[in-house]
């Protein structure tokens, strides 16, 4: 193991405050010092939350509040979610206007009119003091933001910021996700750290053929070959048939294209767009390389042997799901986000689930390449709280929003009344990471189909850390190994691309913008359909290769490259 993974996991274990109090006592016996073991949380890679979880109940920022002697009044803006039955008849609403001394008075568009409501608003002027949850792009924020209609928030966060400073410090990548090219921060995040979505490219396998087969969990693209030969040739399910579907793949489901996951054994492929930052800094895609060549072949190859589906490329999900749930297992692996993908699977239930398909790690390719591709920006929703100029009190608004970022205002917010919805964790409940567990849900009784009645059910800014979402109170400690957290960062993490990799939330301008989705209109079907011919033998990619890139070069990929290129220059500069 490594001394930085080491460290990593050290700091994980220490960022629970009494795992870290227990340690920090034995330590000082062996002379290690409280600043060491602090700059060792600190070089964690992915920040993990400091608070103590037994006393989160009275941790709270109430001294910050109420924002005015006097009440003041807001008007919002939002979009409807069918998940709240009503936001003026709403606990969480009256709660929070109790603590702020802030009533609001709420405009609600239809859901699916959102941005067309949104843009009759700002073209005829008939907006309100603030916007929330339409969460436009970094480009629209600073168009807005250059005619004066979206006020910069750089000095209200400077001055006034207490509670989004702490995002900022856990989350560091958040001033690049929500700073437009102009350097100016025209809205504040959701932010929700969901491990298993921000790196959801995943292959599963059946354990039970492992085992059969007397396999260990392949590691490299050779042994995973080894294992689909040996899945075809021994008649692995046992019944007598050649039945066996090695690998299974359909169209149209989460995640469940073969290159996801496959191409990261040859070169980085972060998914459609298929855009990255290359090692000189330099904007790249991922299908002009030569491990798109290499990883193509190497899956035709896998479809030449009849170790793959042939439907792979035409079923649609009902279809693969019904071989999944064959009587007799035939699926040996299968690409997708979860099980749902491929087989019936519900949380409630996993015996329903084939539980015995396992995470995948990533697979070393045959010169080293071994990604699992991970959006480091995935946590935050950009757009998600606006002041615009027609807000009288832009402080108090700012500072309205700033609370929402509160533990537990967050969890009020989402969740919904506490000794209702959801409670404090008792002392040694453990949430699914295995710490001690910040909070648990309960069960609540009655038709929810009409929505809350309590909550805002995940509108308007809130912070649920990776700490928050792995601190739910887990029952049954069986269920972990079905929580898609936890073996997502027990199998895959250690396979994330540097975080620099990915490209940042971008502001294009109105050229560079029609530049990009005209290029990505016809260059994208062009290499999935060239993909999908190379992998099922109707044409050979090392044949095509040359013939490819000329073809990717007349489609505009040099000037769609080079638009991308101009974009991030702007954002790295506003970046500092």
Known sequence: MSTQRANEMLATFLANPASRRRFL????????????????????????????????????????????????????LIPSNIYVASFEDNEFTRWYEEKTNVHITWQIVPDEERDTALNLRLASGDYPDILMSFRPTLA?????????????????????????????????????????????????????????????????????????LGLEMPQTTDEYLAFLRACKEQDVNGNGEDDELPLASGTGSWNDQLDLYFMNSFTFNPGEPYVFVGDDGQVAVSYNQDGWRQGSAYLAGIYAEGLMDPESFTQNNEQLVAKGNAETPIIGSAPGGSWGVFVTWTGDDPSQCRAEYVLMPALEGPE????????????????????????????????????????????????????????????????????????DSLPTEGDSSAGSTTAWVQTGPSYRSARVRFGEAVDDPEMLRYNLDTITQEVLEAYRQPAEMWIPPLSFTQDEAQVVAEAEATIVPFVQQRFAEWVTGNRNVDEDWESYLEELNGLGVENYLATYQAALERANEAAG
């Open 25 to 76: 006592s034995a330590a000082a016996a062996f002379g290690v010092s409280a600043a060491s073991l602090q700059a060792i949380v600190a070089s964690a890679q992915t920040p993990v939350a400091d608070f103590d979880p037994l006393a989160l109940a009275d941790d709270t920022v109430d001294g910050d509040f109420p924002l005015s002697d006097e009440t003041v009044e807001l008007t919002i």
């Open 368 to 439: 080293g390449v071994r990604w699992s591709a991970y959006n480091p920006y995935l946590p935050y929703a950009t757009g998600d709280f606006i002041i615009t100029d027609k807000c009288e009190n832009p402080e108090i608004a700012f500072r309205w929003a700033d609370g929402l970022y509160d533990l537990e205002t967050t969890l009020r917010s989402v969740q919904g009344a506490p000794d209702v919805n959801w409670r404090w964790a008792e002392d040694g409940q453990i949430g699914s990471d295995g710490q001690q567990a910040i909070w």
């Open 140 to 212: 629209v924020q600073e168009l807005y933001g250059g005619q004066g209609i979206f006020i910069a928030l750089n000095d209200l966060i400077d001055q006034h910021a207490v509670e989004f400073k702490r995002v900022v410090e856990q989350y560091p990548l958040t001033p690049r996700t929500v700073t437009a090219s102009d350097g100016n921060i025209y809205s504040l995040p959701y932010v929700n750290d969901c491990f298993h979505c921000a790196q959801d490219k995943k292959m599963w396998i059946y354990q039970p053929f492992l085992d059969a």
